[in-house]
């Protein structure tokens, strides 16, 4: 090989997100290239996929234990590129009414204070 030339390798990984990522080295990954499934849009027939969890909170969660993964793969110079839309009330729905596609992504709005969603949630969670 050349003076300065770079070889560099590739590797595409399909399979369970949490699942795949444990079985790679800490440290061992450079890049990431991810584009999660949206919550409550699609279902791919396959089981425990992200995205078909009952609330958005749960939805949240998978995908933060992803992300712990990644970051412990991913080497200290490594970089993650993350899509992630807003599908929310996708389908041209913008005047604030059901989904015609899922109902758990209607729009609602939430009138509680900052404050007030706190409470209800550590009361929640004890």
Same mark, same amino acid.
């Given at each position: 090989m050349g003076q300065g030339m770079i070889v560099a390798s590739s590797r595409i990984?399909? &399979?369970n997100a949490i699942e795949s990522l444990k079985g790679l080295g800490a440290a061992s990954v450079q890049c990431v290239v991810t584009s999660p499934p949206y919550?409550?849009?699609?279902?791919? &027939?396959v089981d425990n996929q992200i995205g078909?969890? /009952?609330?958005l909170d749960e939805f949240i969660a998978k995908l933060v234990a992803v992300f712990r993964e990644v970051r412990r793969v991913l080497r200290d110079d490594g970089t993650l590129w993350l899509n992630c839309g807003d599908s929310?009330?996708?389908?041209?729905n913008r005047n604030g009414l059901s989904s015609?596609?899922?109902?758990r992504?209607?729009?609602r709005?939430?009138?509680?204070? /900052?404050d007030q969603r706190r409470w209800q949630k550590f009361e929640r969670d004890g």
């Open positions: 990984i399909v &399979g919550w409550g849009l699609r279902d791919y &027939g078909l969890e /009952p609330t929310y009330t996708s389908g041209g015609s596609t899922n109902q992504r209607e729009f709005t939430d009138k509680r204070t /900052p």
